[in-house]
């Protein structure tokens, strides 16, 4: 199995709603990672979680929360979000010490905040 | 990590090879080169990855010139399935964190006709 799989696909939400994204993957792997992708743009990286430990934050907004509660499952808690999150976030994963280190990416969550 | 430089279009006929250039003048010796291409939508797929030999794998073919500076993907076949936004990313492929984030550039939007 070498999918990385996110929930939900497309989530609208208001300002003042509490949501959250969810990644999962089965493949062993310890580094998992999410992106951020606005519309015409390359992904930036938010966050990286190491052995389920938060490992980077890229001066991520608070209003954005991470979690990693094991080792197959990325999630993204979102609260009080602006109109300018609505983006593509992108989970992807990757062996710890792997030969190509090549990235997994999932198909992504469209998010549209209202 | 090193900066790339890629045109930002190219076209392809149908069944031809496409070629596509990455100029990274100031890669470092401990840093490799990798694509990833993004279909309309998708996440990022990882296609081939390579030091300072050329690399070939079912997907494509890497060539990377001698002083490292530039190297070309090439798709030997073209498809309409192959039009997408080629990343040429140059990072190092073993991290003391042990994680591997990308950073993407602007990448090539290689469009294939038929």
Redesign the interface.
Known sequence: DTEVTQTPKHLVMGMTNKKSLKCEQHMGHRAMYWYKQKAKKPPELMFVYSYEKLSINESVPSRFSPECPNSSLLNLHLHALQPEDSALYLCASSQFNGISNEQFFGPGTRLTVL | DAKTTQPPSMDCAEGRAANLPCNHSTISGNEYV?WYR?IH??????II?GLKNNETNEMASLIITEDRKSSTLILPHATLRDTA?Y?CIVRV??SG???????????TKLSVIP
Do not use: D, E, I
């Not at chain 2, 939508?41 to 990882?46: A, D, F, I, T």
């Open positions: 990798y993004q939508s998708q996440g990022p797929q990882y990855h936004v990343y492929a073993y964190a042990g994680s591997y984030q990308l950073t993407f550039g602007k990448g």
